[in-house]
């Protein structure tokens, strides 16, 4: 239904939906990037899926310092016809430019 523009869902019914979604970032988190968060967010509400501060322990350590991460997250949501739903990222702490090689928001209505 073209219901999906670029990282953006619009609701084409009310009902629950399954929202599922995660992030890649590769090379590039630091010792230095000391909080991050991350969830979706839709009209009705936000779901934060995971919060922290040392972000980066969380993640591997890469080649020249860095560390390698991936992060998925699931929540049911009740949607209205046309709300939206979007991911949301945040990283604090450090200068550095995040690399987020790939991410995902998928939409499936259940109820």
């Known amino acids: 239904n073209d219901d999906m523009t670029g990282g953006l869902f619009t609701a084409p019914v009310t009902g629950l939906y399954q ?4 992030i890649n970032i590769t090379n590039s988190l630091s010792d230095d990037h000391n ?4 969830g979706i967010s839709t ?5 934060t899926m995971a919060h922290s501060y040392d972000w980066y322990k969380f993640g591997y350590h890469a080649a020249g310092g860095t560390y390698n991460f991936t992060v998925t997250g699931s ?4 949607m ?3 709300d939206e739903a979007y991911v949301y ?3 604090y702490g450090s ?3 995040i690399d987020i090689d790939n991410g995902f928001l998928t939409a499936v209505l259940v109820a």
Do not use: H, M, P
Request: hydrophobic letters at 35%; charged letters at 15%; a neutral charge.
């Open 19 to 22: 929202l599922s979604c995660g």
């Open 35 to 38: 909080y991050g968060f991350f």
């Open 43 to 47: 009209s009705n509400r936000g779901y």
């Open 75 to 78: 929540v049911l949501a009740d």
């Open 80 to 82: 209205d016809a046309s």
């Open 89 to 91: 990222f945040g990283i």
């Open 95 to 97: 200068g550095k430019t």
